[in-house]
């Protein structure tokens, strides 16, 4: 299939589970092939189509699960660098300034060459140039304090740091409770 918008890529869809929960956000890809398998009912669809050679299709924008689904229960958050930066909001931890997540890097508090691990209570989310600066030292050494002292996380709300309410299509946020700034 080929979209007709070059910016089609980009395009994604909300699932909710079938009691109207949000659970994740997939591409249009995936939101295709859930359809076609008869797994969810769309609720809402974007403006933009896909052709394969005999039909033309809405790209999905809102799915609702067909089944409900249990979400598992963690005995706790994954480490990786994803979740590092939804911890610490894509904020860099020295100079307090959000970022894109390209933007950022995971710097360890105490640096791997003086033996700190690569922990949750050892790495922070840094933006490239407080990075550099600190370079290979703890943040005392640097005179580069912290926002906060890194925690191991209980739970991270992925759906809403993955979706900023100024750029979430118009129809999500009927779906989505955004929290008052």
Known sequence: ???TDVFSTTLRALVLNASYEPLRIISWQKALIMWFQDKVE???FHSTKV???SNSFH???VLRLKTYIRPKR???VRFCRENVYIRDLHTCQYCVKKFNHKDL???HVLPASQGGPKTWTNVVTACRPCNQR???RTPEKAKMPLLKPPRAPTWLPVIEHEVHPDSAPMVWKDYLRFKAN
Do not use: C, F, H, W
């Open 1 to 3: 299939m080929q979209a």
């Open 59 to 61: 790209l999905p924008s």
């Open 51 to 53: 052709r394969s050679v």
């Open 42 to 44: 769309i609720l809402e």
């Open 134 to 136: 600190k370079a290979n």
């Open 105 to 107: 890097t995971i710097d």
């Open 74 to 76: 963690v005995d706790g």
